[in-house]
């Protein structure tokens, strides 16, 4: 459900005279510019610069005109798999031209009103980077002071009956997560992104254990890039058990 929620999906080309093809199952790629250094691999974070278009020419998306390059850990199951499959053993600076089949792509479903169902998709992609992915970091009592003295956003994911229960650890922003289904909250990404704007803006996360945000923070990382997210393993009852003090939460 949260990662329905979260998913960020890939699509995306340009006309471009290839070098030489090779065919991959049914996947056709086209390796236009030899790349070099470092190798995109399953497991690590890469980020690519690309235009989509379907067979009869119609540009769908373009990273180049957003001037922003989209990220992804390869081999997580993010992106389609003529991405997948496609990006696989690019070098950085290498760029290809990928033919993907419906069934490497969105198949019958389509993808909203870009891509009808059944639609071959035509992509150019630039390797511009790959890295290690960034990893939901672990913090204690004391590494939340720390945030909080250093002026990192520090949010409180609870609901409003558990804030008032407990009360919430003083400067903290009350954001409500999970509706109490389970879902995602339907305020939750207004909220969020309203304070935390950019994937390199750091902040903390924390609830009444430490179990809502170790699957939200994993979720923002994984499936947003977020760079710097962190959560309070224990939550608000491993920082109560530990003698610190809490404020009165006002609505």
Not at 109 to 114: D, E, F, I, K
Not at 157 to 183: L, V
Not at 235 to 242: P, S, T, V
Request: proline share 6%; net charge negative; charged share 20%.
């Amino acid at each position: 459900m949260l990662r329905s929620c979260l998913y960020r999906l890939a699509v995306l080309f340009a006309l471009i005279v290839p070098v030489h093809n090779v065919l991959a199952d049914e996947l056709q790629i086209e390796v236009i510019t030899a790349g070099e250094g470092s190798v995109a691999e399953d497991g690590l974070l890469v980020s690519v610069h690309y235009q989509g278009r379907l067979t009869n020419g119609t540009v769908f998306d373009e990273s180049y005109k957003r001037g922003e390059p989209f990220s992804f850990i390869l081999g997580s199951g993010q992106v389609i798999q003529g991405w997948e499959q496609g990006i696989k053993g690019m070098q950085i600076g290498e760029k290809r031209l990928l033919t993907i089949p419906p069934e490497l792509g969105y198949g019958l479903r389509g993808a909203g009103q870009l891509i009808p169902p059944g639609a071959t998709l035509i992509f150019t992609v630039e390797l511009v980077a790959v890295e290690a992915p960034p990893r939901l970091a672990e913090a204690s009592p004391d590494d939340l002071k720390t945030a909080r003295e250093n002026n990192i956003a520090i949010i409180d994911i609870r609901r409003a009956e558990e804030w008032q229960e407990t009360g919430i650890i003083e400067g903290a922003h009350t954001i409500t997560a999970f509706a109490k289904n389970g879902q995602l909250h339907p305020d939750f990404q207004r909220k969020f992104f309203a304070l935390i704007p950019s994937r390199d803006t750091p902040f903390l996360l924390y609830c009444r254990t430490g179990n809502r945000t170790g699957a939200l923070g994993e979720a923002l990382v994984t499936q947003l890039g977020y760079k710097r997210a962190s959560h309070l393993t224990q939550g608000i009852a491993g920082w109560i058990k530990d003698g610190q003090k809490t404020v009165p939460y006002q609505p």
